[in-house]
């Protein structure tokens, strides 16, 4: 039995970071397990300027702990009315990494989304012409289409019409969720990638609704039936070089959480490592965490690997049930439960 595993430093290719006070509670937690993080942009209002990605970016760095060494990769929130030429100067000068593409009213703080991807053709173009990786929230938002559906259903009606339209775009589906999300990204182009979040390969849907509805399990897209899980442990572990970690974490206060119509996130960056080495050390994979956490996704952007590693060993942790940092009180994914990986100090 392995007890301790050391791999290059690894990387979070999509946080939601938040601003404020929230944005200070949960800053450290990234930074102290991350070099680097592809920013969501779905503030109000969203970042869809380089100018404001700027700022954004010295905010972010100004809640960084001292003694920590962690870089925010910003993007751009497309809005229908998306500035080809603002978004590409942006990434000339090394302020956007990516372009995120939010269905409009798919998920949290996608009001100001795209509501047809005909009207960003010009900004796609520009970024395939650039290099420039497009992020994309795959959920159709066509009430009509049941829930579980709205992922598998986008990969019909968008996403394959636009890899075939724009094959030199590269594309990461976020946060995939289903069996579906695997089997398009295992047969599309190396253009194609996708990031799975943790919770992802730890729940299914069953998890919401356990002795009575449990908000911390909610997020978006909502986890699927087990077989979509056991497809995504199978990517993760699959040694692909289209599939990395992104965790998705999604802070929201708990009064947000736990209400009539509570907000969909789940807050996992205090114990993201931990939760995805359990996954892996549980699938016998421990082998193939470095490829996943630290070697793909810089490989499909085009950055440099980072220097140093970090070490997780074997070691029994408790969770708590409830994290008050900075006047945030927020709950962490697994928040109660053990966990049987730590980061070694
Ligand atoms: N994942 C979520 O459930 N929520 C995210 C938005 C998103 O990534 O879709 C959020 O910003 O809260
Ligand atoms: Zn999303
Ligand atoms: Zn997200």
Same mark, same amino acid.
């Given at each position: 039995?392995?007890?301790?595993?050391? =791999?290059?430093?690894?990387?979070?290719?999509?946080?939601?970071?938040?601003? !404020?006070?929230?944005?200070?509670?949960?800053?450290?937690?990234?930074?102290?397990?991350?070099?680097? /993080?592809?920013?969501?942009?779905?503030?109000?209002?969203?970042?869809?300027?380089?100018?404001?990605?700027?700022?954004?970016?010295?905010?972010?760095?100004?809640?960084?702990?001292?003694? @920590?060494?962690?870089?925010?990769?910003?993007?751009?929130?497309?809005?229908?009315?998306?500035?080809?030429?603002?978004? /590409?100067?942006?990434?000339?000068?090394?302020?956007? #990494?990516?372009?995120?593409?939010?269905?409009?009213?798919?998920?949290?703080?996608?009001?100001?989304?795209?509501?047809?991807?005909?009207?960003?053709?010009?900004?796609?173009?520009?970024?395939?012409?650039?290099?420039?990786?497009?992020?994309?929230?795959?959920?159709?938002?066509?009430?009509?289409?049941?829930?579980?559906?709205? $992922?598998?259903?986008?990969?019909?009606? =968008?996403?394959?019409? @636009?890899?075939?339209? @724009?094959?030199?775009?590269?594309?990461?589906?976020?946060?995939? #969720?289903?069996?579906? /999300?695997?089997?398009?990204?295992?047969?599309? &182009?190396?253009?194609?990638?996708?990031?799975?979040?943790p919770?992802?390969?730890? =729940?299914?849907?069953?998890?919401?609704?356990?002795? &009575?509805?449990?908000?911390?399990?909610?997020?978006?897209?909502?986890?699927?039936?087990?077989?979509?899980?056991?497809?995504?442990?199978?990517?993760?572990?699959?040694?692909?070089?289209?599939?990395?970690?992104?965790t998705?974490s999604?802070?929201? $206060?708990?009064?947000?959480? $736990?209400?009539?119509?509570?907000?969909?996130?789940i807050?996992n960056a205090?114990?993201a490592?931990?939760?995805?080495?359990?996954?892996?050390?549980?699938?016998?994979?421990?082998?193939?965490?470095?490829?996943?956490?630290?070697?793909?996704?810089?490989?499909?952007? !085009?950055?440099?690997?980072?220097?140093?590693?970090?070490?997780?060993?074997?070691?029994? =942790?408790?969770?708590?049930?409830?994290?008050?940092? !900075? &006047?945030?009180?927020?709950?962490?994914f697994?928040?109660?439960?053990?966990?049987?990986?730590?980061?070694?100090?």
């Amino acid at each position: 039995m392995t007890d301790q595993i050391t =791999i290059r430093r690894p990387d979070d290719w999509h946080v939601h970071l938040r601003d !404020g006070d929230i944005m200070r509670a949960v800053v450290p937690y990234t930074a102290a397990q991350f070099a680097r /993080a592809i920013v969501m942009p779905n503030l109000s209002p969203p970042v869809t300027t380089s100018a404001m990605a700027a700022d954004y970016r010295v905010r972010i760095l100004a809640a960084v702990p001292e003694g @920590l060494d962690f870089t925010p990769l910003m993007t751009c929130y497309l809005t229908d009315a998306a500035d080809a030429d603002d978004i /590409a100067a942006g990434f000339a000068q090394g302020i956007f #990494t990516a372009a995120k593409l939010y269905p409009a009213n798919a998920t949290t703080g996608s009001a100001h989304g795209v509501t047809d991807v005909t009207k960003i053709m010009p900004a796609l173009e520009k970024m395939a012409s650039i290099g420039m990786p497009l992020l994309i929230h795959g959920e159709v938002t066509d009430s009509e289409v049941d829930i579980f559906d709205r $992922e598998a259903v986008f990969i019909d009606r =968008i996403l394959s019409g @636009l890899v075939r339209d @724009l094959p030199e775009l590269k594309i990461v589906f976020e946060h995939i #969720t289903t069996e579906d /999300a695997v089997q398009f990204v295992d047969s599309a &182009g190396t253009n194609v990638a996708a990031t799975i979040t943790p919770q992802h390969l730890h =729940i299914n849907r069953n998890a919401i609704f356990a002795g &009575g509805i449990r908000p911390h399990a909610y997020c978006l897209p909502v986890a699927k039936r087990e077989k979509h899980r056991l497809a995504l442990r199978k990517a993760a572990i699959s040694g692909s070089v289209k599939y990395f970690l992104g965790t998705d974490s999604a802070p929201h $206060e708990i009064h947000a959480k $736990e209400s009539a119509c509570g907000c969909a996130g789940i807050f996992n960056a205090p114990y993201a490592m931990e939760s995805y080495a359990a996954v892996f050390d549980e699938e016998g994979a421990l082998d193939k965490l470095d490829g996943f956490a630290s070697l793909h996704g810089p490989q499909f952007y !085009g950055l440099p690997l980072n220097k140093g590693t970090i070490t997780l060993e074997r070691k029994a =942790i408790t969770v708590p049930e409830k994290l008050k940092t !900075g &006047g945030a009180s927020l709950v962490p994914f697994h928040g109660g439960d053990q966990l049987v990986w730590q980061i070694a100090k």
